[in-house]
Structure formats: C-alpha cells, structure tokens
C-alpha cells in the first residue's frame, strides 16, 4: 500500500463484551471492547477533553508532495484544537518495512511518539510489540461521540482490524482509510493502438492480448509497469489467479503453491517479453503514462495526486484488475494507534477521533488524499470524485471481494524477503518455482 499504505494493559472487564459493543454501537453485528480498568480513564470534556492540552507528537510515512497535504489537515486539527500542540514528523520511505524500521529504531532510542500512522503491514508488528495502547476504555466513554463512525464505516474494514490486527481481547486500532489496488489506464493509448478499453470482467488472456496489441503497434511504448512491490503488484497478481503468500488467518506461507508459481511466471513473461519496463533504475510510470509511452500502471487512491500533477486526469480511467480465476484486490488500511508510552494520550485520542469524523475525512478527501475514505458517505460523495479518475467509485466497490494483504508480527521482515523475491523473478535471475519455493522457507522460518 505504500506510496499510500505500524500493549498491552489488562484489567477488570467492567462493560458489554468486546463483540458485543459493537452489535449494539455500530449495528453491524461485531465488536470492539468495552472498558478495561487499566487504560487511562478521564471523564469526557468538552473541545479538547478533560487533559488533552499540550504536545502531542505524531510520525507518519510520506514524501515532501504528500506532506503539504498532510499539513492542510494538520492544521484543521489544530485550529479545532488550540490547546492542542500537534507536531507532525513524515518519514519519506520507499516500502511501508522501511517505514516501520526507521520508526522502530527511533523509538529504541528513546524517541517515542504519541501516535504513529500505520498500516495494514505494521499493525500486528506494533501489538506484537507491546508499543500500542489498547483503546477499548476510550471508545466505550466515547461511543455516543463515535456512533457516526460507525454508522458509516465499512464493515468489512472493523471485521479485519477486528480479527487480524487488533488479535485477542483488547483493541489498539479504529480502522481509517484504505487502499484496494485496480489498473489505471490511459484512454488514448489504447484508441491509438486500436485496443477497445477494459471491462471489469476482463481476463489475464484479454490483459495479455490487449498488452501485445499495444507494444506491437506503438513502439516505445510498454504496456503495463510491473514492479516487485508488495501490495502493488505480487498481491493483486497472485490473488486474480487464487493464490496468496499466506493462509487467510496468516500462520502459514502458501507462496509456493502451483497457482502462485504461475502468477510469478505470468508476471515475468510480461518484463521478459517486452510488456512491462525491468524493474529497478529511475524510470517514472506516471510521467510516461502521461506521454503516452505506458498504457497501464497498477494503483489504489494514490496516483490521484501525480495524475492531477501532470494534468491528465481526464485521460486516465480505472478499471478492476484482470482475473485469471477469480477477481482480487489486496486491501490495506491505516490506523493512527496511541503509543503505550505517549506522554499525552488524551491529546492523542482526540486526535484519532478527529481522524474518523466525516469532517476530517471529506476534507482529506477534497485535498486528493493518498486514500480512499473509510465513510462510505464521502467515499461515494463529490469530494472523493471531484478532479480524479472516471472509475474511482471501483477502489471502495473493491473491498467486497478483496484480501487483507497478509501482515503478521514479522511483517516487515517478510514483505522485504517478498519484494526481494520478486525482483530476482522479474529481471531473470531467479527461475519462478526454485525462488518461491525458498521464498516458502522464509516466510515459514518468520511466522
């Protein structure tokens, strides 16, 4: 999910059950926690809340382009919130691993935020761990105040944080926005080749023929940017085709299994045959998207920003990615979870409040967001539509059929085995069944 995509006190249970809560908050039949004795208790308080004021520290992953988005946001926050001193920190990182390890090394050395941005990849990482605080306490004194939320929140995405990332009795995380993965294609490239557009129930063999066609017929041009990236590429390829890394409750590797050996073999017949550009070196899929040199590239929410960069919104469509067996999409959402060791919590979940109002989701929404809203009120509203893609309803339509991209303790670990990988397979010098047959090992020898 990166280019946009990381405890535990126990106590007396003194409230409904943790799945009960939710039947009764949320009316979608699962559940957060009820209080717990130990977690920080306040009474709620007006604005700020009873405590709030002060500094709250917040790390996120982003470049200095998503940054002054960021910063917009950042500042409704504080203008909400005066007696609130939010310091932001991004942390510019190439894969969500790279982002949890540099973040994981300033907390060893004594440089703990109050709150970190985290996906999918890290949250079973940071749970793990025992840096997150669980939230179970705060939600229930605040269920009135967070009943909209859950109202309006996808259901598919508390199930997941319910079940793989907030594992056991307590909770560290309210799911936030998330990104599914479809292709993003330019329009006038395929009516220059003479290649009719996708629909979303195209195939591998509708993909690969359009592909040929493309490179055929438009010299210079490649098809599609097939990288070694995670959530970007090897997931959505190995899903289509019914395959994954893992098992669906990720305490096993199936990285290996036949229909995964022919995702990869399909993926590097595509760098290898001349479809796809090699992976590795400075090359750029949205600006020679933009050219007319790349027909297609794989993406979520994000590559909204650089489309509108580069002025070809118009041009670009989305379109559900091609299936060989089923239709699949990755899925990875974020979460703003309150480190055990914050010197400010009530700071912090006001904070993670405002996050999952509709105000502060439209809004980010509105200034082209590198994710797709949690609500589905302003997933399905103007603010999410307005200046992107014709086809950007398809990124929420695809959490009813997509994955959550497997993130256990050592996800960080794993994904970087993953993406290695896969890079060795695409360029060549990896044959696909020996590679993922070790890459098996690895993940196997992490779980």
């Known amino acids: 999910m990166q280019a946009d995509h990381l405890t535990t006190e126990t106590g007396s249970q003194a409230g409904p059950s943790r799945r009960g809560f939710l039947k009764g908050a949320a009316g979608i039949g699962i559940g957060f926690a009820a209080s717990l004795g130990a977690a920080t208790s306040c009474s ?46 991004n942390i510019p990182s190439a894969s969500w691993s790279e982002f949890f390890d540099t973040v994981s090394v300033q907390i060893a050395g004594g440089q703990v935020p109050d709150i970190v941005r985290v996906a999918t990849e890290g949250q079973r990482l940071f749970a793990s761990r025992e840096l997150v605080l669980p939230i179970d306490e705060y939600i229930e004194r605040d269920k ?11 259901p598919n995405l ?27 294609y330019n329009v006038e490239v395929f009516e220059r080749a003479g290649v009719e557009e996708p629909t979303d129930d195209w195939t591998w063999e509708d993909f690969y023929n359009a592909a040929q066609t493309i490179v055929a017929k438009l010299p210079g041009t490649f098809a599609m940017d097939v990288p070694p990236a995670y959530f970007g590429s ?9 395959a994954s890394t893992m098992n669906a409750d990720w305490t096993a590797s199936t990285v290996a299994s036949p229909e995964a050996v022919e995702a990869a073999e399909f993926m590097r017949s ?21 050219q007319g040199k790349l027909a297609m590239v794989g993406g979520g929410r994000w ?56 105000k502060a989701t439209r809004r980010f929404a509105e200034l082209a ?31 009813e059929y997509a994955t959550p991209i497997p993130s256990p303790d050592k996800g960080n670990v794993i994904e970087q085995d993953i993406i290695d990988t896969f890079e060795q397979i695409l360029v060549g010098n990896s044959e696909p069944q020996a590679a993922l047959e070790e890459l098996h090992e690895k993940i196997e020898s992490n779980l």
């Open 44 to 89: 709620r308080g007006g604005g700020g809340g009873q405590g709030s004021a002060g500094k709250v520290t917040l790390v996120y992953s982003g470049d200095a382009e998503q940054k002054k988005i960021w910063e917009a946001l950042f500042d409704d926050f504080r203008k909400e919130h005066p007696d609130i001193d939010l310091e932001a920190k």
């Open 144 to 154: 009135e105040e967070l009943q909209p939320y859950f109202d309006d929140v996808h």
């Open 158 to 184: 508390i199930t997941w944080t319910n079940e793989l990332t907030s594992p056991g009795d307590e909770t560290y995380y309210l799911p936030h926005g998330f990104n599914t993965m479809c292709i993003h």
């Open 234 to 242: 090897v997931m959505p390829w190995l899903l289509t085709n019914g």
């Open 270 to 290: 595509l760098v290898a045959e001349g479809l796809s550009p090699k992976p590795g070196g400075e090359y750029d899929p949205f600006t020679a998207m933009a």
């Open 303 to 358: 590559p909204v920003i650089s489309l509108r960069n580069l002025k070809i919104v118009d041009k670009v469509k989305i379109v559900a990615w091609p299936q060989a067996k089923r239709k699949g999409s990755p899925v990875g959402w974020d979460a703003y979870p309150i480190m055990k060791e914050a010197q400010n919590k009530e700071g912090a979940w006001e904070f993670v409040k405002f996050m999952a109002g509709k």
């Open 369 to 399: 967001g590198t994710i797709v809203p949690p609500l589905r009120s302003v997933a399905q509203s103007e603010a999410f539509f307005d200046n992107a893609p014709e086809g950007s309803e398809k990124l929420y339509e695809a959490l």
